[in-house]
């Protein structure tokens, strides 16, 4: 069984500061996505990464993806109260087909 | 365009009875998804389906059954259901690869 490990679990921070969340495994994966999930929904992409060492902005979020596909980081810059929610990643396994490896998530909390 | 629509979005049960969770799509994906989302776990695949016809199990499907019943639905069945099936179940479409469309999840309680 393939696992992705978030950290850190929980992160209460105050509107303006910064903030990285790692998202790690032992496997290889072909591509990693990032999801945010607000309470009551299902979760929404965020990005896709693909290539080792790809580096993909989307406003105040950055992420990467490690040289060797098996970690990923999300900083946010300033973060602010609309930013609050449960960050997942997922990790891509093609075994004829593709399907998603979730990791265990990290819940955010940024007060004003 | 509802995206992807799951119902009921609540449930209580008793231990040993059956229900069936409905979803449907209308993005005209081939591929559809049941997930189980636990504190701590993240999410964890149940059943999948690839395509119109077809459906395999993923990493927890013990205690459910799935249905493809066209393009459009997917249903997931609990025949008797267990106090360790309460979760968050989320359904989820795409195409072959690349970003899943989740639907607002059914929250059930098993007692």
């Known amino acids: 069984t393939q696992l992705l490990e978030q950290s850190p679990q929980f992160l209460s921070i105050q509107e303006g500061e910064n903030l990285t969340v790692y998202c790690n495994s032992s496997?290889?994966?072909?591509?990693l996505q990032w999801y945010r999930q607000e309470p009551g929904e299902g979760p929404v992409l965020l990005v896709t990464?693909?290539?080792?060492?790809e580096v993909k902005k989307l406003k105040r979020l950055t992420f990467q993806f490690g040289d060797a596909r098996k970690d990923s980081s999300l900083h946010i810059t300033a973060a602010q109260p609309g930013d609050t929610g449960l960050y997942l990643c997922?990790?891509?396994?093609?075994?004829?087909?593709?399907?998603?490896?979730f990791g265990t998530g990290t819940r955010l909390l940024v007060s004003p | 365009n509802a995206g992807v629509t799951q119902t009921p979005k609540f449930q209580v049960l008793k231990t040993g009875q059956s229900m069936t969770l409905q979803c449907a799509q209308d993005?005209?994906?081939?591929?559809m998804y049941w997930y189980r989302q636990d504190p701590g776990m993240g999410l964890r695949l149940i059943y999948y389906?690839?395509?119109?016809?077809?459906?395999d199990k993923g990493e927890v499907p013990n205690g459910y059954n799935v249905s493809r019943l066209n393009k459009r639905e997917f249903s997931l069945r609990l025949e008797s259901a267990a106090p360790s099936q309460t979760s968050v179940y989320f359904c989820?479409?795409?195409?072959?690869?690349?970003?899943?469309?989740f639907g607002p999840g059914t929250r059930l309680t098993v007692l």
């Open positions: 989820a479409s795409s195409e072959s690869v690349g970003e899943q469309f």
């Open positions: 496997s290889v994966f072909s591509s």
């Open positions: 990464v693909v290539t080792g060492g």
């Open positions: 997922a990790g891509a396994v093609n075994t004829g087909f593709q399907k998603l490896v």
């Open positions: 993005m005209n994906h081939n591929s």
């Open positions: 389906s690839a395509s119109e016809g077809t459906t």
